[in-house]
Each structure stands twice: as C-alpha cells, then as structure tokens.
C-alpha cells in the first residue's frame, strides 16, 4: 500500500460512519416558465438561463442530500439537445448519482412542455455537476453514501464512477503537461 493510500485509509477509519442515503431522499424537480426575459438574440431561451436553472436544482439535490451547504465545483457534459421557446414551462430534474467523501455527482435531466398545451415533456437538455460539502468555514465536510434504489440508479452510479475516472485523468494530464513545459522553459 502507498503512503498516499494508507493516510486515505486511515483518514476514512478515524471518520465515524455515516449513515447512507437512498437516492429518492434527495430527488427533485423545479419548473419554471419561459418568458421574453429570459431569451437570446435568436428569440429561443437562452442556454445561461438553462444553465442557472440546472445549478439551483442540482445545488437543492447537493444540499438536500449532504444536509447541509454543498458548492458547485465542476459542470461537464451540458448537453442542449432541442431549444427552448418563450412559453415553454421547464422541468429541471436532479438527483445525486454518485458520492464520495465530500463530493457528490449530480446528474441533470431538462424536459419542457407548452405551458398551455397538454403534451408530453420532451427531453431538451442535460448535465453533470460535482457539488462539495463544506462545512461554515467553507472547509471540505464528509457526506453520507448514495444508496441507488432501482436499476436506473445503479447504473447512473456506475456511469458516474467512470465520469469521475476521467475527470481525474484529465486533471492529471493537464497538471503534468504544465509541469512539462515549465521545466523546458515555457512561460505558461
């Protein structure tokens, strides 16, 4: 075992544990009507707009689920699929899909539907936010588990591990080409 590994071992034994949390405790949508306000050059909603409302409802899911503060700390994968009009009432459905010690993934469903028509919801966006637990200091908190209830959830759990592999990667490449090109003499 690593030095690393083993102070990450001992850090989570010297941790008293923490009681998980089925995904359903923390679930949630917020709807919201598309006005003039919130449009782009284009006369379609704008996407920031779209995003704010991805933010707060993962933000409420983070909290919900962390039970207490939870800050964004990364979006990935916002994905716009179909525009969205003045007029269209927009469902924003969050819910934690993966945990860790004080980070916990949000995944974000967008649907939105004619505010005066009865057709169904269709699917116009999605997103993956990492959220982090902090304490009133603004310090790392731990954060219960997830605990997937259905098939869907466990294989947005698993789905989620490998989102969290990839950022990981990244983050090291980048780190290390940096470091790189800083000891051959570029001025990043």
């Known amino acids: 075992m690593t030095d690393q590994a083993e102070q990450a071992s001992a850090a989570q034994s010297a ?7 089925p995904t359903s405790a923390s679930r949630t949508t917020l709807s919201h009507i598309m006005t003039h ?10 996407g920031g707009v779209i995003m704010k409302l991805v933010d707060d409802a ?11 503060p939870a800050v964004t700390a990364s979006m990935d994968e916002m994905a716009f699929l179909e525009p969205v009009r003045v007029g269209d009432l ?3 459905k969050a819910q934690v899909n993966w ?12 649907l939105a539907e004619r505010w005066n028509e009865s057709t169904p919801a269709t699917q116009v966006g999605s997103a993956y936010l990492v959220f982090a637990a ?5 310090k790392p908190r731990t954060v219960p588990p997830v605990l997937p209830e259905t098939e869907k959830d466990k294989r947005r759990y698993q789905e989620a591990q490998i989102r ?4 990981l990667a990244r983050r090291r490449a980048i780190m290390e080409l940096r470091e790189r090109r800083v000891a051959e ?3 990043d």
């Open 58 to 68: 993962a933000g409420a899911v983070a909290g919900r689920h962390s039970g207490g």
């Open 37 to 46: 306000s919130d449009t782009n050059l284009l006369g379609t909603v704008h």
């Open 99 to 110: 945990t860790g010690r004080s980070s916990m993934e949000v995944g974000v469903r967008v």
């Open 164 to 167: 969290r592999t990839h950022r």
């Open 15 to 21: 941790t008293p544990e923490i009681p998980g949390k």
């Open 90 to 92: 927009v469902h924003v």
């Open 134 to 138: 902090v304490d009133a200091d603004g």
């Open 185 to 187: 003499g570029f001025d």
